[in-house]
């Protein structure tokens, strides 16, 4: 049976919302004690006061990071876009389900959540799917390591009329390039690196494009050098048909030509804690906030950011739920 598909509300904003907290509220994490409970109907003195208002912030402190590493790591929700940018011809509809980031074998991303996923991405019925690489998870809270040819079975079971592609991600790159080539080889899942393909049927083609990771060699502490080329990427589309094209980072956007009518990025994990006070600091971007998450639109150029699946780095999310996204062209 089909997933029960969650779609997630965009107008709610980046940061924590109103259904979040609300699920926040019935999450199981740790309660005010009968005793503290007790104590807030006192009357308070001014010292007292204080004391109890800092009780309670270690309170709500402890139950947010009970949250943020236990519970919203573990959800999903489809974040749906629907738009007809330049370049893409009105009327003209094509779905596509976008998933990024899953660092499958991280502390929530177990074979089964993959499997989870993919049910998921399955249900939408897409006429394409794409996979914007950072596969498995590296970090040390790896609790569950899955071997390649499990989750790369999961990703397998994937299907779309106009196929399932993919790229790969700085992480990938870093830990184990060949390793990932190989499952996803095994699966049949095609990489695209600094490629385009020309999909559809005759009078509604598009190209679908995309690149090398921009991060692939780590030379240094904030220094990288990358396998992009764009340029090559888009010398090889050959015809007036509209363009996709498929970034790891988003960074590169700037550089991203109107003749490309849709980017689609991942990478960012939308920051993965998400709050006001500290957002965008955890932003693995020189961009800072300017292309963390969501649809943004600079010069008639449209990109949408998804925040993943998996985590980096800490095993955490507050406010960026994890998702699939789901775009609507020409809608
Ligand atoms: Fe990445």
Redesign the pocket.
Known sequence: MPPALRIRDRSNGPFISSGLMKRFMHAKVPSASPLQLAQLKIRLSRRRLLIGGAGLVGLATSATGAYAAGIEPLDLVVTPYALTPPGWPAGRKLTITVIA?LHAGGPHITLPHVAHVVDTANALRSDLIVLL??FKAWYRFKFEPIDDPLWAAELGRLHAPFGVWAIL???DWWHDIKGVRRALADVRIPILENEAVLLGPAGQRFWLAGIG?Q?AHWLGPGRFRGVDDLPGTLARIRSDDPVVLLV??PDIFPTVPSRVALTLA????GAQIRVPLIWPSFV?SRYGARFAYGHIVENERHMIVSG?IGT?IIPARLGVPPEIVHVTLGA
């Not at 991942?266 to 994990?269: A, I, N, Q, S, W």
């Open positions: 980031d690489g950072d991600g700085n992480h990771d991060l790891h980072e991942g990478h960012t994990h693995p993943g980096s």
